[in-house]
C-alpha cells in the first residue's frame, strides 16, 4: 500500500484545512486509517483514526475540532481541521493499520505501529 499524504499549508488561527490520503495498491478498507502528527523536537502523536467499520476516534486536544472520514471508493481518507490553532502546526502523517498490527497493538489505535506510512504533509497554523 501506497499512501500519499497532501493539503497541507499556511494557515491563521481559527481557520480550516481538509487533509487527504490517497491509497494505492489496495482499498483502505481492508485497514484502519489513522493521522499523526509531529512537531519539531517532538515525538510523533496520534490524532485521529478511522476502523474498518467507520468508527472514529480523536486524541482529547482536537476532539470537537478535527473529523476523520473515509470516502466510499475507499480510496482516500480526509482529515478535517477546524478552528485551528498554532500548537496544531506538525507534518501530518496518514498510516494503515493491518488487522494484526491491530491485534498486536492491544487494540490501541493510538500507538504507532501502523504497517504503511505516508509521507507527511506540513501544517503550520500562525497566531
Known sequence: ???QASGGGLVQAGDSLRLSCA??????????????????GKE?????AISWTGGTYYTDSVEGRFTISRD???TT???????????DSAV???AALSRASYADAHHDYTRPVYDYWG???QVTVSS
Open 1 to 3: 500500500v501506497q499512501l
Open 23 to 40: 491509497a494505492s495498491g489496495r482499498t483502505v478498507s481492508s485497514y484502519a486509517m489513522g493521522w499523526f502528527r509531529q512537531a519539531p
Open 44 to 48: 510523533r502523536e496520534f490524532v485521529a
Open 72 to 74: 466510499d471508493a475507499k
Open 77 to 87: 481518507v480526509y482529515l478535517q481541521m477546524n478552528s485551528l490553532k498554532p500548537e
Open 92 to 94: 501530518y502523517y496518514c
Open 119 to 121: 509521507q507527511g504533509t
